[in-house]
């Protein structure tokens, strides 16, 4: 079983609709990530997180925001979303950005109709 | 900028078989190297952590080892079974960044 956990599962969302992604650890990691996965391909960095702060934003679009309210929780929010976006949402939390491990969740499966 | 490279691609053997996966980086300043599995539709397990002082590890049927000189990483998987079969996937660490991944080696062990 995994530490980091993901909700949902699944989603689909019509490009119209606002929805959220949540994301929750209770290891004491204060450093937590935003990852997507399109099919057959490597998982690629979004946000990080670093005590509660955005430390990283790798140039993602704006209908894409990342809010972290207390340092077990990570959200993605979704607006206005295209059917590009469709992917596997990967949620993953370390000790610090350092040379600790990273721990990964199951993810959220994204399809945006 | 760091890149990542796995070869092979894909793979597949007989159960049984001793196999190793190859993971290559660009640049050897990396804080750590991690190899991950994930299953078709499911997050990444990590598997094995090597620090940048470190020369390998290993966890059960896995040892993974690292040259950060040459840009290296091999992880060894002694006596597969069909239950290894995943997709494997290496990633390196610089200090203040998050992982970069390879593309991965996808591997099918036969009964």
């Not at chain 2, 993974?64 to 079974?81: E, H, M, P």
Request: aromatic content about 8%; glycine content about 8%; overall charge positive.
């Amino acid at each position: 079983d995994t530490e980091v956990t993901q909700t949902p599962k699944h989603l689909v969302m019509g490009m119209t609709n606002k929805k959220s992604l949540k994301c929750e650890q209770h290891m004491g990691h204060r450093a937590m990530y935003w990852y997507k996965q399109k099919a057959k391909k490597p998982p690629e960095l979004m946000f990080v997180y670093s005590y509660e702060k955005l430390s990283i934003n790798e140039s993602v679009p704006s209908r894409f925001s990342p809010e972290c309210p207390n340092s077990s929780l990570l959200n993605l929010h979704l607006h206005a979303l295209q059917p590009e976006d469709s992917a596997l949402y990967l949620c993953a939390s370390s000790q610090g950005q350092g040379m600790s491990p990273l721990h990964f969740g199951n993810g959220t499966r994204l399809t945006v109709t | 900028k760091q890149e990542v490279t796995q070869i092979p691609a894909a793979l597949s053997v007989p159960e049984g078989e001793n196999l190793v996966l190859n993971c290559s980086f660009t640049d050897s300043a990396i804080y750590n190297l991690q190899w991950f599995r994930q299953d078709p539709g499911k997050g990444l397990t990590s598997l094995l952590l090597i620090q940048s002082s470190q020369r390998e590890q290993t966890s059960g049927r896995l040892n993974a080892s690292l040259d950060k000189s040459s840009g290296r990483s091999t992880l060894y998987i002694a006596a597969s079974q069909p239950g290894d079969s995943a997709t494997y996937l290496c990633a390196v660490r610089r200090g203040g960044t998050a992982l970069i991944f390879g593309k991965g080696t996808t591997l099918s062990v036969s009964s």
